[in-house]
């Protein structure tokens, strides 16, 4: 039976949590200045096997060392977990944001 999509967005919430965690993970960069608030979107496309072949900005933050961070965390935590069943795609693709508020512990 297919999943309704209470339990596919379930699903794909869960997975995007999976995976922003271990980008997280990876993310190494130090806090910006108080007060300056960074932000950068990366597109990633990721394969069912959780490979990933596409890297891109889709925004950048205007800070070359915070992108280049986000993008050396993407890269660290590749490849991610396979794509959940309830996908039927032979991939996916997510726009990752990066927040410098996101740094603060």
């Known amino acids: 039976s297919q999943p309704g999509d ?9 997975y995007y949590a999976l995976i922003w965690s271990r980008i997280k993970g990876s993310w190494a960069f ?3 200045s108080p007060g300056e ?8 496309t990721i394969l069912r096997s959780g490979a990933v072949t596409e890297v891109n900005f889709e925004k ?14 993407i890269r660290k935590a590749s490849p991610f977990p396979p794509l959940p069943m309830v996908i039927g795609e032979t991939s996916i693709q997510v726009g990752i944001r ?6 603060k512990s």
């Open 6 to 14: 209470g339990e596919m967005n379930a699903r794909m919430h869960a």
């Open 60 to 73: 950048r933050s205007g800070n070359r060392y915070f992108d280049e961070s986000a993008m050396k965390a």
């Open 30 to 32: 130090i806090s910006p």
């Open 98 to 103: 990066f927040h410098s508020s996101e740094l």
């Open 37 to 44: 608030v960074l932000e950068a979107v990366i597109d990633v």
